[in-house]
């Protein structure tokens, strides 16, 4: 039993912090607010050149190879800058999601793509009026021929404007099924939607889409499994991503709560807002190790069932809480667009609601419990 | 024992409460500015404060000879109650401590100046006491006024002063002894506020609309407008405050908010299914809507301790702000809990929920435990004044 | 608008206050601690005399006709001094159904008892393995002529051991009834449980019990609605005392922690402390404002749908966490029997799960709000 | 980075397992006596602690010249889950802060004396350090020490001395010189139990067993029993805290609690329906069983820094007491409320629910909190020594 890091995972994390200290300031965050693009390009192809968006693809197809626990090291840091990139969508959910149930055929047209930045996949799930679980999958693809026709609405679909192909989740008579779908094929109206974490998001219109056949990702009625499997993976590295922005968001506020002073005090030396700063320090260094925790379990091949939810349930809920409490450390302050507490402030809110809820995960929890 | 305002009060109320439904305005009064909407900051609202002055509804509780009805207080709360609960400026700062210090300190030049213009609508003022380094700690403030020839030369920099962008006149607290200990070294002096030496820099919030930094180079302020005596201004700041017992952080806008989600729950559905038969769903409201009865308890604890005109109700007020500013920011998070996915999109947008009113409340609501005296310094008064603790720092 | 008391509600505190501090003492309270009648007989006795048995039952019976109000003034003095009597099943609860449902002819043989103390009703209601609601009530009473034969099994029954008559809440064929039942009558047997509060409760088997129809309360299938209707007064009260209990608790921790030195300092200066007895301070005081204006409403006649349930809630929860609190502050010897604290913190748990919980408030408020 | 024992820990942990389900005994091993199962208060519990003696599990870190085996710390912490998680008596103060401070401090006679008991379950100590007005602040210890002709003169009090009702030896910390700094002022004995000078009085609690507090008349302490040097008795306790860095509080009686509530709600049912489907039930399960995950990631943290022998793990063990004694409570609160109405019938009632396992454990372990260093004792050692953040009191 030991939490060391070996020397290349070090390297992984060294590498990508220095490199997203350059490249992903707070300004450049704050530039890339409600951008329709939403990402800049110089920090895409730095990840790209650093290995960081083949990370968890197969060498055979370009990537690093690596595990989960790496993905884990890196999504922190990502959570940590804040980093405006199309990375989890695609470099995650889509290859994972290929990875899981594409033939070789679509493994090989986008995959090494993927790996190298050249090709940006997201994924069209989420409905107006419909929760996260298969039942919420609504908008229908019916079979015609060769051929299936998409007619429905997707909401809350991150960084469609940039994206070569869309990976959309529809309900055929086989259940729920995936298919790679051309953002600009025929039918397709995209419309921009501001969000609170101020990423790109776009709401979706198929109207009589036709995709081929070959454009389904696995077995007839197969879509909702793998992506339950692949959205897994994806909630334990957005564990990782909270923990690094609850981390920042606290070690700033520490930093200010030794300089500033009310009262001949500095603020740190006010017993409750330390209590404060303490319970949150413990829930971060506690989350860490969960969320590295369900990451290695994966790595061994053991089930994330129970540890992925339990890591984005609590990781998400302590980085809210923290940001909560740090705003009312900083006081006024926090309250203004310049300091950039409000920037965690509403990235943390979103990262909950999003990619399974707190109600969603606690079910899924209590269902591997109890059931 | 009544919980129920009397006849003449509740008449009162229904007539305030009709007259804002017929005098409804969209641009006026819009709940999406949330904890902004108390500000006649256009001159749509400072048209409508006009019309709030026709109807006799400024300066309640004045005494006669300055244009007051001497009315009860409580008049003023239950306007400012309706005023909230339809999303339209309040009586402020000009009624509530400018005017009544001014009666009480004020010299005759600046009380026949600025008494009938506030009674009219004529003037909006800025308050200026926080300070980059006078935030929880008031009495700290650094903003320096020299005695010079017929006058004070006034040099420094204010913080969080919300109305500087379109106030008249300035209302500000400068230090007039450097020597002297901190308390007995204030005064208050007033500034119009397109003075040359005043640099106004907006400061934009994520509750949407903006506050302000102000910087004093060499503003020369006359001696006739010092506000009572020199050195007192602590003293003047601390009174109004108590003075102030009514008209502060009103209740109906959380209220109103609890309201609006309650109604959006009704007729939301979610995969097909009614959201409101959603058990997380059910518990939620049943919180917030019990939370909600408990701050109206201590809303309507505080309100009967004003009217007792015993000492004032530092104690009630306290344990009323503490409480109801910490539910105000629950029932956004909560809000946005039962929206799920949904309650991400931001607010102003049409596909959004109630078009993001509790994304942008969530935002709005964050400073209510931090402004107008953080949770800290409430439980810090409970603490010493209810409960008989020692000093905690 | 206004919180003041009338001379005569004042009267009712102090005469009830002062009696209690005389006979209601906490070396009283602790020797009845699992006493199997558990209430001393001079304690009731004065409460006979000062009129607070029949404080809610109408003159006619020779009660002292007063409203909710003064009840609950009354029942946080109740909480306050931990008052270990049988009123709440007899005078309140027992007197309640009577009141609401009850012939002219049990009203005549049990009202004017009740108010004098001279007989002691208890309601027998909660069964093994069921919840609060309707469905809840399964002991049978199948109707045999002009009787109802009763079996099956209640819980937690206060004060049974003491009690001339229970009210036992049964499933007839028309829904539930209401059952004025002699315990000594065949086929009863009674075995007390220790509870948590200490208060004495039983367990009571019915094996073919046999009932008078005379002895059904109301109309036939008409009885839940009546235990409804009796259940919303009786929580309000139950709220005061909650709200009574939480105040000693942390009066006496303020006094303790202005006395208690550690490093140099009274505890009451260490500002986290000070501020966990803050916000106490401000649930109480909130809280017996919402009882006060739930039992003001009752008064004026209006419904306690939603304000007893939310009172109950609300104190309840108050009072848990000032126990929890306060033990905190006071440290180790909050953990001895020998301090008064663990009395508390004990009454505070049982109070919140019974007679009503958390969960079934909720849902009693949501169902208002929201259906 | 490894989340898994190494395979020979592992074995370790598998024999030590199995060798308790083989020697379980109700007697021994009760869980109904929540913490106080850690003690070796009766015969029965005593002879056990022969058993692990002749095992050869008791001071296996411990030097090879003192009849120790010099293994890692980390079988002594997964000898003590294991051992707690079937409730049984846990290796503790004698193999630890004693026999590791004779060890290091104690003179020969001491050691010669002492150790060879220890390892062979022997002897069973009380560790006296807290006194009425050295609770927290544990340094302000009053109990006095006089130097007299051949040793010590010992008068005054302890309080919370869990074992004093039992145990063979007393441990215990006085202030041998009034006049110092009080850190400087505290020096170590070791004292028959049976002194006559010694009053053992039980301080009954509501976790059902008993501490004591004891009251110290002229007891005379002959030289050698003062454990090392004069005037250094606070920095050999602390030291000791140190040296003891894997047998502190334990988290398998937490997790065992949440199984135990898990299998008892798999199995009930309510009106009828299994309890396990109310959609309450199951958030409060989900909620408990991370939370449980998050306390062993925590232990997890502490035990890898304990392992890499740097220095102490003090904010890594202060972190985990923090979390672990509140999710403690908080365990115990939640299964009273799912089990409802049910849940008021008392620890021991054959027809509650478990038993009342839980009603007993909400009472038991209410102290967690407070014993051992109290949670804001916790917060202020994490404030300053983790985050850098100024003195707060």
């Known amino acids: 039993m030991d939490l060391d890091l070996s020397e290349e995972q070090q390297m992984v994390i060294d590498m990508t912090k220095g490199m997203l200290e350059e490249y992903s300031t707070v300004d450049v965050v704050r530039t890339m607010e409600d951008d329709p693009k939403g990402y800049p390009d110089v920090l895409w192809k730095q990840m790209s050149e650093l290995g960081l968006n083949g990370l968890l693809i197969p060498e055979s197809y370009g990537g690093g190879g690596l595990t989960l626990v790496e993905g884990a090291f890196v999504y922190e840091e990502f959570g940590r800058s804040m980093a405006p990139t199309p990375h989890f969508v695609s470099c995650v959910m889509s290859a994972g999601v290929l990875l899981e149930a594409g033939s070789d055929a679509q493994k090989d047209t986008w995959l090494s793509k993927i790996a190298s930045g050249d090709a940006i996949l997201t994924t069209a799930w989420l409905e107006p009026s419909r929760g996260f679980g298969e039942v919420g999958v609504a908008l229908q693809a019916k079979s015609e021929g060769n051929e299936f026709v998409l007619s429905g609405r997707k909401q809350s679909v991150p960084y469609a404007g940039a994206a070569d192909r869309l990976i959309v989740l529809a309900r055929t008579d086989d259940g729920v099924d995936l298919f790679l779908v051309d953002p600009n094929a025929a039918g397709i109206t995209q419309k921009q939607i501001l969000s609170q974490g101020r990423e790109p998001q776009f709401q979706i219109d198929f109207e009589g889409v036709r995709v081929n056949e070959g454009d389904r990702i696995g077995a007839a009625g197969s879509g909702w499994a793998t992506w339950n499997s692949v959205m897994l993976q994806g909630v334990t590295l957005l564990a990782a991503q909270a923990i690094g922005g609850a981390d920042r968001c606290l070690k700033e506020t520490v930093e200010y709560a030794n300089q500033r002073i009310q009262f001949d005090k500095p603020l740190g030396a006010f017993q409750s807002l330390s209590h404060y700063m303490a319970d949150a320090s413990t829930t971060i260094d506690g989350g860490r190790v969960l969320v590295h925790e369900a990451a290695w379990n994966h790595a061994q091949g053991r089930p994330l069932t129970r540890f992925g939810p339990m890591a984005k349930l609590f990781c998400c809920e302590t980085y809210r809480e923290t940001t909560r409490v740090c705003a009312q450390i900083w006081g006024g302050v926090a309250f203004t667009i310049e300091y950039d507490q409000q920037m965690f402030f509403r990235r943390a809110k979103q990262l909950q609601l999003s990619w399974w809820d707190t109600p969603y995960l606690e079910e899924l929890i209590a269902a591997d419990v109890l059931d | ?393």
Not at chain 2, 40 to 46: E, F, I, K, L, Y
Not at chain 2, 289 to 302: G, M
Request: with cysteine; hydrophobic share 35%; charged share 25%.
């Open chain 2, 1 to 393: 024992m009544d919980f129920d305002f009397s006849p003449v009060e509740q008449k009162f109320a229904e007539e305030v409460d009709a007259w804002l439904v017929e005098n409804h305005d969209d641009e006026v009064m819009d709940h999406h500015r949330e904890n902004f909407t108390q500000l006649a900051d256009t001159p749509g609202r400072r048209a409508f404060m006009k019309k709030l002055a026709a109807k006799n509804w400024l300066g309640m509780s004045w005494p006669k000879e300055f244009g007051g009805q001497e009315i009860e207080g409580v008049y003023e709360y239950i306007l400012n109650e309706a005023l909230s609960k339809h999303a339209a400026p309040q009586i402020g700062k000009g009624v509530g401590i400018i005017g009544k210090t001014l009666i009480r300190h004020g010299n005759d030049k600046l009380k026949k100046e600025f008494l009938p213009k506030i009674l009219s609508a004529e003037v909006e003022f800025a308050v200026g006491y926080s300070e980059p380094e006078a935030g929880s700690d008031a009495a700290n403030m650094q903003l320096k006024a020299e005695k010079v020839d017929g006058g004070w030369n006034l040099n420094g920099q204010k913080m969080w002063t919300t109305s500087a962008h379109f106030a008249d006149w300035y209302w500000v607290g400068a230090r007039t002894d450097p020597d002297k200990k901190k308390h007995n070294a204030l005064s208050l002096f007033m500034i119009p506020m397109d003075h040359p030496g005043l640099e106004v820099q907006s400061l934009p919030t994520i509750g949407k609309d903006t506050t302000n930094q102000v910087f004093f180079d060499n503003v020369f302020v006359p001696d006739d407008y010092l506000v009572g005596e020199r050195g007192k201004g602590f003293q003047m700041i601390s009174e109004a405050l108590d003075l102030e017992r009514f008209t502060m952080f009103t209740l109906s806008p959380i209220a109103n908010r609890s309201e609006v989600l309650v109604d959006w729950v009704k007729q939301a559905t979610r995969d097909d299914k009614p959201l409101k038969d959603d058990t997380n769903v059910r518990r939620t409201i049943a919180q917030i809507t019990t939370d909600t009865a408990v701050a109206k308890a201590l809303s309507t604890r505080f309100v009967c301790a004003a009217k007792s005109g015993g000492k004032p109700p530092t104690i009630q007020s306290s344990q009323y702000k503490l409480f109801t500013t910490s539910l105000s920011q629950r029932v956004c998070k909560d809000a946005l809990d039962i929206q799920g996915h949904e309650g991400t999109m931001a607010e102003g947008q049409d596909d959004a929920p109630l078009r993001g009113r509790f994304e942008g409340a969530y935002r709005a609501t964050m400073n209510e435990t931090v402004g107008g005296g953080s949770s800290e310094i409430q439980k810090n008064i409970i603490a010493r004044r209810h409960l008989g603790l020692p000093k905690n720092f």
